[in-house]
Structures are given as C-alpha cells and as structure tokens.
C-alpha cells in the first residue's frame, strides 16, 4: 500500500540556522513527490515537486528537495531559517495511476526561536 | 494563477443541520477533492470527482455527500451535521490530462464548528 512518512512530528529550530524535513515513501510506481507548506489558518501553498530529471529541486521561499530513489526520500532543506517559515510542513505523493489522488504524510510543525 | 476559493472561512452550525460547503476553481481543472484536516492526522480525503457529475469515495466518506453539477464548483454535504465533524475542510483541484502535472492546489479551508 502507497504511504507517505514525515517522522518528525515537531521541530524547533533557531533563525538562521538550517532546517532539514524528513519524508519518506511507499509507492511501486514512479512517484510524482510534492511539500507543501501551511500557515496557521490557511490553506497549502506548494512549494515545490519532483517529476524527473536532476534529483535536487528547487522552490519557492528559499527551499529545496532532494529525491533519492535508493532511499525512498524526498526531503526538504533551507540553508538558513526565518521566523516566517514557521508553519506546518506536509510532503504528498501523487498516485498517478488513480485520478491524481494524494498520498499525505501526517505533517510536520516547524517552530522558529529567535 | 491558479485560484481556488471555498464559499467560507469559519462556520458554526448546530448538531442535525444540513450544511453545504462551496469550493469554486476558476483554471478549467479536470480533479476536485474534499479533505478534513485534524490536528495529528494530516490530510484525509473525503470525496473526489474527476468529471462532472462523477465522485468517487475517498478514504472516509461516512457522513459526507458530494455534488458536482458544474466543472469549477464541488459541493461538500453534510446531510446531518455531528460534532466529531468539527475540522478544518480543505478543497483542493488539479488537472490530470496529457500534459498535466498533478499538481493539486488548495482553497484557504473553512473551519467548521458543529455545537
């Protein structure tokens, strides 16, 4: 069965330093791989994905991702925090074999200490 | 840009209403999907269509009814309102066809009180 695995419920982490988000999945076929990012009371806004090509991609707000089909990974990095990426974190596969449905993992809530 | 909007952001209904969620996507999007959000859980979902008037049961559709009459708008139901169904709903659209890229983009929620 197709998961999606975040194993880190809670992360706090200093302004300036690096974040490094965990995601790891379950899916036979090739994965189409997405984080999103949600501030408090609102909806997701994406911050990028993964179809194909080069493994390490780009996003929006400073962010990247790095697929690694050996490890079945997609984790998500920023070099350095800002107090304005505090938010919910939520990686997704999409399971492209059944109307584009999502494959959510559970979330992970970022915290910003000054 | 993609825009997707739902029809409220906060609603506060009695056990036993009717309620009626509206979702409306305005980029001609094949996909249209109902989550719940709850604290712990992520993003579960509860309905979705891929054609108008199409829908297909998501992962925990007891107690939700959906309607698609129209490309853009999907409706959420909830036919007779409990309080284990106070949570944020999210709709989300995406467009799947030859050279879609599955991307699903999400309306702002409507958090949802059942007193």
């Known amino acids: 069965a197709q998961s999606v695995t975040q194993p880190d419920i809670h992360i706090t982490v200093s302004e300036g330093a690096s974040l490094e988000l965990r995601c790891n999945y379950s899916y036979g076929a090739t994965p189409y791989l997405f984080w999103y990012v949600q501030s408090p009371g609102q909806g997701l806004q994406l911050l990028l994905k993964?179809?194909?090509?080069?493994?390490l991609v780009q996003g929006i707000k400073g962010f990247e991702a790095e697929f690694k089909r050996s490890q079945s990974s997609f984790n998500l990095r920023k070099p350095s925090v800002h107090w304005s990426d505090a938010a919910e974190y939520f990686c997704a596969v999409a399971l492209t074999d059944s109307w584009g449905k999502f494959q959510f993992g559970a979330g992970t809530q970022v915290v910003v200490t000054p | 840009d993609v825009k997707v909007t739902q029809s409220s952001r906060y609603l506060v209904k009695r056990t036993g209403e009717k309620v009626f969620l509206e979702c409306v996507q305005d980029?001609?999007?094949?996909?249209m999907f109902w989550y719940r959000q709850d604290p712990g859980l992520g993003l579960r979902l509860i309905y979705f269509?891929?054609?108008?008037?199409?829908?297909e049961k998501g992962d925990i559709p007891e107690g939700y009814s959906v309607s698609r009459e129209k490309k853009e708008r999907f409706s959420l139901i909830l036919e007779s309102a409990s309080t284990n169904q106070t949570s944020m709903y999210l709709c989300a659209s995406s467009d799947t066809r030859a050279g879609g890229t599955d991307t699903q983009y999400f309306g702002p929620g409507t958090r949802l009180t059942v007193l």
């Open positions: 993964y179809f194909s090509g080069d493994t």
């Open positions: 269509s891929y054609d108008v008037k199409m829908k």
């Open positions: 980029m001609d999007h094949e996909n």
